[in-house]
């Protein structure tokens, strides 16, 4: 199993599709992180002037709102981790390098194994220089009174790397799925983009939190609405009953977690979608004849 | 574990696709030591029974054993089998050495053995290179030095003359005998038979799927004996004054000529001399590998069943319509289209030379 994990790495590395998907994945998530956390400051301020909002002494500027852009910034930089994912085994069916690979490999399901261990490493390391992005990207856009401390930083960040290790492996299925390149990648893209978000606005409750990128929003975004969430009371004396609870789904609907369960709940419930399409492609994969 | 043997087993296997037969109860044995042809035209089968050989394609009944295990239970495939397959896997913008080092990591070969293998096909200087910008014939070198990484003891090629120069081809005829003489075993295909005649011992020919021949190569040959074509003033008192000299096996042939098998020109003229039989024309004819390969696989093309021996419509050109419009039984266009390869560039009408009379002069042989 070393060699083989060992020789997906070389195969990765001796190629330009790691940092190809890696620079504009880092852009990206600077962008969202800077432009989103810079967008809060200003929304805040005009709020602030707003008298109304001085009578009543409420006070919005002491929550942790960098979290919120944090999740965000976590599921759209999502994307190309996806797309990493996705190319996994399909590039190598596509350039008919899958011949050699199972010529060299035991057997099919030792290479897929091989595969499915190297792409979660991968995923990983997506995850981590997202994280560390969106991080960077909150220090220095984020006032200082809305970062969060330390241990909800961690449990944000932690959310963000399992998110992106759960999307990369969800690719990978869906790319051993279908077996070409493009047709899994348009049709990931197009269903975490659009299509799912379509259904889930039709969905009432929390249905749309069960959906795959409802659980995987909800994943990092419970995580960190929660931090905003547990700090309401704060905001001031009016805030409390409905207006605490619509508030909070306000708050919810912001962090791209509508509807969604506890993290820890949105967490399993995505890790049993990557599961499904990384059994699928599995199963796809050990039949599929290579002519 | 292997048995080490270097054999190779196909026994009864078959592969559908479809409502296509690509492959019926094929059976034969390749023995280690020797080079083994396998023959049949395009779409007869052959690249689907290597894939099958390999685990690539999973067979619809029957089986095959490398060693005497199928080839997923050989532990470490690439130590025991090389393959080439096609010329096309490879990532274009990964070099040729790196390609290896990826492999050479998958079957724990250390990573010198890619700079051995490389060297060994030709290709050092082109080690750091892309192999998107590589020809054919380079492509086809990489991929020969990817078979060879691991050191195998059966090397599998399927038309691996595609792409190569007469020089390469040479080398490689050289190679694969001297591979064979070190009690290894190699498998290799070929749509000509006149392309591998030099290089191979025995050959499995198959038509539609099946096997109409399987054995020695020299069998073959000796199993067709040359003709004497005589024109003759009196043939019928010809006839009567060679079966009075013991030859039984002559035939009229369609333009009014005699074609009497087993004996050479010199007995026949020295007979009709004595008779005084005037003679206005005399030729030996030789059956060439390539016309006997053509009639064996026939079937294929003009829809009559394969076999044995058919009788031989006459040693003129093959008969009219072997490339015409293809008849039912030929294995889908669309299966084959998708591993386009560039033999079929290669215009119907050189081929049909290559069948005629003058093989040698079209292409060259390996």
């Known amino acids: 199993m070393g060699r083989l994990i060992s020789a997906e790495f070389r195969k990765i590395l001796t190629t330009k599709m790691w940092w190809a998907l890696l620079i504009p994945t880092v852009a990206l998530a600077a962008l969202w992180s800077i432009g989103g956390n810079a967008l809060i400051g200003a929304v805040l301020d005009q709020i602030n002037n707003n008298t109304v909002v001085a009578q009543l002494r409420l006070d919005f500027n002491h929550l942790p709102w960098s979290t919120l852009i944090f999740a965000r910034t976590v599921n759209i930089s999502a994307i190309f981790p ?41 995923g990983l390391v997506f995850g981590v220089v997202i994280s560390a992005v969106a991080s960077i990207g909150m220090l220095i856009a984020s006032r200082p009174e809305q970062l969060p401390d330390a241990v909800s930083w961690l449990e944000i960040a932690a959310s963000g790397v399992v998110s992106c290790m759960l999307w990369t492996l969800l690719g990978m299925g869906v790319g051993a799925l279908f077996g070409s390149p493009i047709a899994s990648i348009i049709s990931l893209l197009l269903y975490t983009l659009l299509v799912e978000n379509l259904i889930g606005s039709l969905l009432p409750d929390n249905w749309p939190g069960i959906l795959i990128n409802g659980s995987a929003d909800g994943l990092t975004g419970s995580v960190a609405s929660q931090l905003v969430v547990a700090k309401v009371p704060n905001i001031g004396g009016l805030m409390t009953g409905e207006a605490q609870t619509l508030f909070s789904d306000l708050i919810r609907t912001a962090a791209g977690a509508r509807g969604a369960f506890d993290w820890w709940i949105s967490g399993l419930i995505f890790a049993a979608w990557a599961a499904v399409f990384a059994v699928g492609g599995w199963l796809m994969s050990k039949t599929r004849d290579i002519t | 574990m292997h048995d080490g043997s270097g054999r190779i087993v196909v026994q009864g296997l078959s592969k559908q696709f479809g409502p296509i037969t690509a492959v019926n109860n094929l059976s034969f044995t390749v023995e280690p030591g020797s080079v083994t042809g396998f023959l049949g035209p395009n779409g007869a089968g052959k690249t689907t029974t ?28 690439g130590r025991v089998v090389g393959a080439v397959l096609e010329a096309q896997g490879f990532h274009p913008t990964r070099t040729a050495r790196n390609h290896l080092r990826v492999y050479a990591a998958a079957m724990g070969v250390p990573d010198q053995r890619a700079d051995q293998v490389l060297e060994l096909v030709g290709l050092s200087e082109a080690a750091r290179r892309g192999a998107g910008g590589f020809s054919l014939g380079m492509k086809q070198r990489l991929a020969l030095a990817t078979a060879l990484l691991g050191d195998p003891q059966v090397l599998v090629l399927d038309e691996p003359a595609n792409g190569l120069d007469p020089e390469g081809i040479a080398w490689l005829r050289t190679f694969l ?138 040693y003129g050109p093959p008969p009219g319509g072997g490339y015409g419009p293809p008849p039912q039984g030929y294995a889908a266009p669309g299966l084959r289209a998708r591993h386009a390869r560039p033999r079929a560039t290669r215009h119907p009408s050189t081929r049909n030379q290559a069948y005629t009379q003058q093989p040698s002069q079209v292409r060259t042989r390996i």
């Open chain 2, 50 to 77: 290597l894939r099958m050989l390999l685990g690539l394609v999973r067979p619809t009944a029957g089986g095959s054993t490398i060693n005497g295990l199928p080839f997923d239970q050989l532990g470490n495939p």
């Open chain 2, 177 to 314: 005998q001297s591979f064979a003489r070190t009690g290894r075993t190699v498998l290799i295909s070929s749509h000509l038979l006149a392309e591998v005649e030099q290089t191979v011992d025995q050959v499995v020919i198959i038509s539609r799927g099946q096997t109409v021949y399987y054995g020695s190569l020299d069998y073959l040959r000796q199993s067709q004996q040359s003709r004497v074509l005589v024109q003759a003033a009196d043939p019928q008192a010809l006839v009567v004054k060679l079966q009075e000299a013991g030859v039984n096996a002559i035939e009229q042939t369609p333009d009014g000529r005699l074609a009497i098998t087993g004996v050479d020109r010199k007995t026949v003229a020295d007979l009709a001399m004595a008779a005084g039989i005037a003679l206005y024309d005399i030729q030996q004819e030789t059956v060439d590998l390539e016309q006997l390969f053509f009639r064996l696989t026939q079937g294929q093309y003009t829809g009559q069943q394969p076999g044995y021996g058919a009788p031989p419509p006459g």
């Open chain 1, 82 to 122: 996806i797309v990493f994912g996705a190319l996994a085994l399909s590039s190598e069916i596509n350039r008919r390098t899958i011949t050699t690979s199972y010529l060299t490999a035991p057997n099919r399901g030792s290479l897929l194994t091989a595969k499915l261990i190297t792409y979660a490493v991968w």
